[in-house]
T-cell receptor, first 119, second 116 residues
Framework: GAVVSQHPSRVICKSGTSVKIECRSL??????MFWYRQFPKKSLMLMATSNEGSKATYEQGVEKDKFLINHASLTLSTLTVTSAHPEDSSFYIC???????????????FGPGTRLTVL | AQSVTQLGSHVSVSEGALVLLRCNYSSSVPPYLFWYVQYPNQGLQLLLKYTSAATLVKGINGFEAEFKKSETSFHLTKPSAHMSDAAEYFC??????????????FGAGTRLAVHP
């Protein structure tokens, strides 16, 4: 089946530093990847849609300059949290849409998530 | 605009009992509907999906869901709960079925507890 990985799984950083999270589709190509944020005991909030080779589309209220997204290849998207602050601490989850199956199944496959803690 | 409402943020059942997790949707177009499960500190795993084929959809781990257009519902059921079913369950509707990229709209989630 379609597998999506994220790295790192957990990261702790100091306030003011930047953190990069990688999202990879391991056995399929993904022209579109999505980045979500999940607060404790809450649902997933879509942050942005990442399209290979083009600029990401951000949801309303999400700061583009703070959450930098790059989708350089069909199997890799990265989310960089710049100048992180404690309020950025959260569980970040990516998902990827299978190019081949997209037209028929319209299904997203999710990564295992990255727990970010900003001290 | 699409939206999803999950009735009941917490559901508790006995092991072996019927599991029923409720989901109602709102959509201006024929929807694609999904149920995902999330175990603690993990990502989401697809349980099942409805994509305008059969209205009764069977998924993994013995779960199934029935699409009822007249009731705008897509409730998730399992005849007999196992302890391992304890998790958070999310219902989602797809923003643009059949074309473009699908932006998933998630419900608030239902935490299922299974007790002996």
């Amino acid at each position: 089946g379609a597998v999506v990985s994220q790295h790192p799984s957990r990261v702790i950083c100091k306030s003011g530093t930047s953190v990069k999270i990688e999202c990879r589709s391991l056995d399929f190509q993904a022209t579109t990847m999505f980045w979500y944020r999940q607060f404790p005991k809450k649902s997933l909030m879509l942050m942005a849609t990442s399209n290979e080779g083009s600029k990401a589309t951000y949801e309303q209220g999400v700061e583009k300059d703070k959450f930098l997204i790059n989708h350089a290849s069909l199997t890799l998207s990265t989310l960089t949290v710049t100048s992180a602050h404690p309020e950025d601490s959260s569980f970040y989850i990516c998902s990827a849409r299978d190019v081949v199956l997209a037209g028929s199944t319209d299904t997203q496959y999710f990564g295992p998530g990255t727990r970010l803690t900003v001290l | 605009a699409q939206s999803v409402t999950q009735l009941g943020s917490h559901v508790s059942v006995s092991e072996g009992a019927l599991v029923l997790l409720r989901c109602n949707y709102s959509s201006s177009v024929p929807p694609y509907l999904f149920w995902y499960v999330q175990y603690p500190n993990q990502g989401l795993q697809l349980l099942l999906k409805y994509t305008s084929a059969a209205t009764l959809v069977k998924g993994i781990n013995g779960f199934e869901a029935e699409f009822k257009k007249s009731e705008t519902s897509f409730h998730l059921t399992k005849p007999s709960a196992h302890m391992s079913d304890a998790a958070e369950y999310f219902c989602a509707v797809s923003d643009l079925p059949g074309g473009g990229y699908n932006k998933l709209i998630f419900g608030a989630g239902t935490r299922l507890a299974v007790h002996p």
